[in-house]
């Protein structure tokens, strides 16, 4: 027998809840344009697929097209405040609330034109219970599909109208609380690439501890400071041993360029000391799509090996933390741009990336400007922390507060 009961509930409430099907509660389910538009730069309403819906929200990018407004209203969804859109394919699943965005949508676009208020069913969608259900009833061989009938034949356990509002409501708080996080996030990292222009720009200049200038910044080459430049180790990747870490250009994150060790696994290979990365280690992705993505080593990442696609700069005659938040500049993704395509395969060898020029300051100054570089990441990593904790007590409310 259904336990039709959630595990946490606001005490005013009891009962057991009721199974209704999604077609019943909405007056219309469908998705977007099976064909292509024809596009228009001059209109201001938005091609949207699957890939646009992040977050809980619409998301438009530079890449995004628009389309002509003739196409858009022969095609009109009659989309209103009590819409809700799902991706069908690629992130299939993917929830977003309609806003009254100026919106087309694509064929990997879903929609549900519910007959009264969302905020229940839209925090419903992101149970485990629904996003499982929706793997399991995927179509197709080569590109899996959520299918419009099982939309429909999805089934929703609801409580009073009163419990879904409470519950809706607690829920709504919990996500303002994670928009804020992210907001104030995105405000440091803004600051901090608007200081970081300024300063290696020489707009903005530190003093020593006596209140005088420092001495003129200087160019080099990366070569000239580091030393035991070397490529990583030729071997598979094998099941992690629980110690020594395979460090390979997937294990870099693309945002942070910190590391992401969740898959961790170990060199199949003799585990010798010159592949074994160290305190001031920089490591640089070689060939490929990731071509330039850096990594500073440091102490708590634990005992790494790295990959032969990488390599390896041992900063000897410069703060390695310097560097390294140099490499987050415009003037490095250009350089790595130019750089990297003069043939058809995306790549830079160790020879090319010691001849890279960097202007250096004296090493008192590069490590005031480190030090107050960190201090602003330190508070952006503060900050993924809060968010990433609201986000697994989020979760796991999802699953105790529905049934």
């Known amino acids: 027998m259904k336990n039709l009961i959630p595990q946490v509930r606001f005490p005013e409430f009891a009962g057991e809840w009721e199974e209704i099907k999604l077609g019943e509660l909405t007056a219309k389910i469908g998705d977007g344009?099976?064909?292509t538009p024809v596009y228009s730069e001059d209109s201001d309403i938005y091609f949207i697929n699957g890939n646009n819906l992040t977050n809980g929200k619409i998301e438009v990018t530079e890449k995004t097209k628009k389309v002509d407004y003739k196409i858009f209203a022969k095609n009109n969804k009659s989309l209103n405040e009590n819409s809700i859109l799902i991706s069908l394919n690629g992130t299939i699943g993917s929830i977003s609330k309609y806003n009254n965005e100026k919106v087309m949508l694509g064929k990997s676009v879903g929609y549900f034109n519910f007959k009264e208020s969302t905020d229940f069913y839209f925090h419903t969608f992101h149970t485990d219970?629904?996003?499982n259900f929706f793997i399991t009833e995927l179509t197709g061989s080569t590109i899996k599909n959520l299918s419009l009938k099982t939309l429909r034949e999805t089934i929703f356990l609801l409580p009073s109208l009163p419990e879904q509002t409470k519950i809706a409501n607690f829920l709504t708080a919990v996500d303002?609380?994670?928009?804020?996080?992210?907001?104030?996030?995105t405000l440091l990292e803004q600051y901090k690439k608007g200081v970081m222009q300024q300063i290696f720009a020489q707009e903005l200049r530190f003093k020593d501890d006596n209140g005088n200038d420092f001495a003129d910044w200087e160019e080099k080459k990366l070569g000239e400071v580091c030393i035991n430049i070397s490529y990583g180790m030729n071997a598979a990747a094998t099941t992690y041993d629980g110690k020594n870490k395979y460090l390979r250009i997937t294990d870099i994150e693309e945002s942070s360029n910190g590391l992401n060790m969740d898959k961790a696994t170990s060199p199949n290979g003799k585990l010798e000391d010159k592949f074994r990365v160290k305190i001031g280690d920089l490591l640089f992705a070689r060939t490929g799509a990731s071509v330039g993505k850096s990594y500073l080593y440091r102490e708590e990442d634990g005992i790494l090996y790295f990959a032969g696609f990488l390599i390896r700069f041992h900063v000897k005659?410069?703060?390695?933390?310097?560097i390294y938040l140099y490499m987050q500049t415009y003037n490095y993704d250009k350089w790595i741009k130019v750089m990297s395509m003069r043939s058809g395969q995306p790549g830079i060898n160790a020879e090319e990336y010691k001849l890279f020029e960097i202007p250096f300051p004296s090493l008192p100054e590069q490590t005031k400007i480190a030090n107050f570089l960190s201090a602003i990441d330190e508070k952006i990593n503060h900050c993924q922390e809060q968010i990433d904790q609201s986000t697994i007590w989020k979760k796991g409310l999802l699953q105790q507060m529905f049934v």
Do not use: D, R, V
């Open 33 to 35: 344009l099976h064909g």
């Open 317 to 322: 005659h410069a703060i390695p933390s310097f």
């Open 176 to 185: 303002e609380k994670l928009t804020a996080l992210n907001q104030k996030k």
């Open 129 to 131: 219970k629904i996003q």
